[in-house]
């Protein structure tokens, strides 16, 4: 028996869908690339956009005649999308030959549910809105073998009011330290060099936890884990970055120099509109400290244009803090109404031309800022982690620099996982173009 999992969206689900593996491998299924060979395809679906759940409902369309010509292939959805309200009716609707639809607070159900189907011949959805405990001790499948994500926090509760992740993730529920030491020390036992801790905020990390500990102590605590060489975290909320956070990263020399520190528009009364809490003067000062602790960091962003109410000024408020800040890059976005969200219903929808001219307005801005950071490297040693072949370029290699910026080299597979030393010889835009120096560690 063989499964396919197709993964959407953020790292949270793609943890979760190496957790699906594992549950499945346990039950003696084994992975398949190739979805016409499969027995049990899998849509671990992201709902934080409309595109991308257009694109799961594409791809699900296409395969009706692969269910046909095979009745017993059993074709699933879980992830954020089916945990929207009347989103299993959509489904049954569009593409009533699926046989099961699990939320993600259902992960550890999968095994029960799988046999159902079979015993059964029914199809099964189950989706809870959300859990009051985190299920610790799931098997799972890591995708790489040098790096790793760690679940720290799930669930969010900051509703940023353009956001659906509240709704379909649940509120925010700490792990406890110790299961996240525990994971982290085995991962670097087997030879995990890099690991990314996740949360929707890492920065409330703890908060809820009946023994309090901060995110900044748990940084600490990881940074002493022996093996490990790098930490990333992702993604910290501004309004809740302390000064004693950067003090731990100061202080926690394995922590990656990168701060991703989304600030989703440039001008106050729009932050107010989505509810972000600070700013943008704030923003500008908690930059401004980042830089001061860390000149050789690199930051990045998130930004949505077009949210409801956003006028020209309030955009060139954006265009203005993303030139004085000058991110390495930025993701940038269109806004995408979600339905139950207050967003989706206020006043002054921004007309869909209008976020396509200012979204390509902001990534001239910003593709020339990167470019130009990027130049500045030229001729610079740094250290890369090779993450494998490069999939376009035969015998050239990719890897990322601390300050997550990919970097293309040639060079032998064999060095996966390990951090060389490379030139940076042709800066871009969006990679860096190098060559290893001899003397690597
Ligand atoms: N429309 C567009 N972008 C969104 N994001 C979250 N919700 C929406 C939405 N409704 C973006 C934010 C967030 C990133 C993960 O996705 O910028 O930081
Ligand atoms: Fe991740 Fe949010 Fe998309 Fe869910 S909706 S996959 S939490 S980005």
């Not at 006043?347 to 869909?352: G, H, K, M, R, T």
């Not at 072949?389 to 035969?394: F, L, R, T």
């Amino acid at each position: 028996m063989k499964y396919h999992i197709a993964t959407f969206g953020c790292q949270g689900n793609e943890r979760d869908s190496e957790m699906i593996a594992g549950i499945l491998e346990k039950k003696g299924y084994k992975a398949t690339e190739n979805i016409n060979d499969a027995d049990v395809i899998l849509f671990n679906t992201c709902c934080v956009r409309e595109k991308a759940e257009n694109k799961v409902f594409s791809r699900i369309g296409k395969l009706k005649e692969l269910k046909e010509k095979n009745p017993n292939l059993i074709i699933g959805i879980c992830g954020c999308m089916v945990q929207q309200e009347k989103m299993i009716e959509r489904v049954r609707h569009r593409t009533p030959y699926v046989d099961l639809i699990f939320g993600t607070h259902n992960i550890h159900e999968l095994t029960k549910l799988l046999d159902n189907i079979r015993e059964q011949k029914k199809a099964q959805y189950h989706v809870l809105n959300d859990s009051e405990n985190i299920v610790e001790g799931l098997p799972s499948k890591r995708q790489f073998s040098y790096k790793a994500l760690v679940n720290i926090t799930y669930g969010c509760n900051n509703f940023c009011t353009y956001c659906i992740v509240p709704y379909v993730r649940g509120r925010e529920k700490s792990r406890k330290p110790e299961y996240i030491l525990e994971e982290v020390r085995e991962l670097a036992n087997d030879g995990v060099v890099e690991v990314m801790l996740l949360g929707q905020n890492v920065n409330s990390y703890g908060k809820d936890l009946s023994e309090k500990v901060s995110f900044a102590q748990l940084l600490k605590e990881v940074n002493k884990i022996p093996g490990l060489a790098r930490i990333r975290y992702m993604t910290s909320h501004p309004k809740d970055f302390s000064d004693e956070l950067i003090q731990s990263i100061l202080e926690s020399e394995k922590v990656c120099r990168h701060f991703h520190l989304p600030v989703q528009a440039g001008s106050s009364r729009i932050l107010k509109l989505m509810n972000r809490i600070y700013t943008r003067e704030q923003y500008l000062e908690l930059v401004a400290k980042i830089r001061n602790a860390f000149p050789e960091a690199s930051l990045t962003t998130d930004i949505i244009v077009g949210f409801p109410g956003e006028t020209e000024e309030d955009f060139s408020q954006t265009l203005d803090l993303v030139q004085r800040v000058r991110y390495d890059s930025a993701f940038t976005f269109k806004y995408s109404p979600r339905t139950g969200t207050p967003a989706a219903t206020m006043d002054n929808q921004v007309p869909e031309p209008v976020k396509k001219e200012r979204l390509q307005r902001l990534m001239d801005v910003q593709n020339k800022i990167s470019l130009d950071i990027n130049k500045s490297l030229q001729g610079k040693v740094l250290p890369v982690l090779v993450e494998g072949s490069s999939k376009g370029e035969a015998n050239m290699l990719t890897g990322r620099t601390e300050t997550n910026k990919v970097v293309l080299f040639p060079g032998s597979p064999e060095l996966t996982g390990k951090i060389v030393n490379v030139e940076i010889t042709t800066p871009q835009t969006w990679i860096l173009k190098g060559e290893i120096k001899e003397n690597n560690m």
